[in-house]
Nanobody, 122 residues
Framework: QVQLVESGGGLVQAGGSLRLSCAASGRTISRHAKGWFRQAPGKEREFVAAISWTGSTYYADSVKGRFTISRDNAKNAVYLQMNSLKPEDTAVYYC????????????????WGQGTQVTVSS
């Protein structure tokens, strides 16, 4: 059984930064691809960024150049550095993992965390 736990969310002013972390426990998934998704109030969950186990990355256009996904395989963790935050980035952020797939398709991911709230004030 795999558990993913996100942390690092909070309240920040527009233009500020936050770093989200996602730690995996249970079975080791250090070679799994990892992704971040988000869901704003009243909207569907959407893709943010993904990283393969070798470090290849993929970003949504809306965050490209502002967000950076990274991973530490030794710690079984994935991170999302978010800079130049905007009010429209406000959402619950979820991390996800899959043995093979990294990309924007939500249904491809096998494991999900419970989410962490990010609120960006204007």
């Amino acid at each position: 059984q795999v558990q993913l736990v996100e942390s690092g969310g909070g309240l920040v002013q527009a233009g500020g930064s936050l770093r989200l972390s996602c730690a995996a426990s249970g079975r080791t998934i250090s070679r799994h691809a990892k992704g971040w998704f988000r869901q704003a109030p009243g909207k569907e969950r959407e893709f943010v960024a993904a990283i393969s186990w070798t470090g290849s990355t993929y970003y949504a256009d809306s965050v490209k150049g502002r967000f950076t996904i990274s991973r530490d395989n030794a710690k079984n963790a994935v991170y999302l550095q978010m800079n130049s935050l905007k009010p429209e980035d406000t959402a619950v952020y979820y991390c996800a993992a899959d043995p093979f797939y990294y990309g924007p398709l939500e249904y491809e991911y096998d494991y999900w965390g419970q989410g962490t709230q990010v609120t960006v004030s204007s």
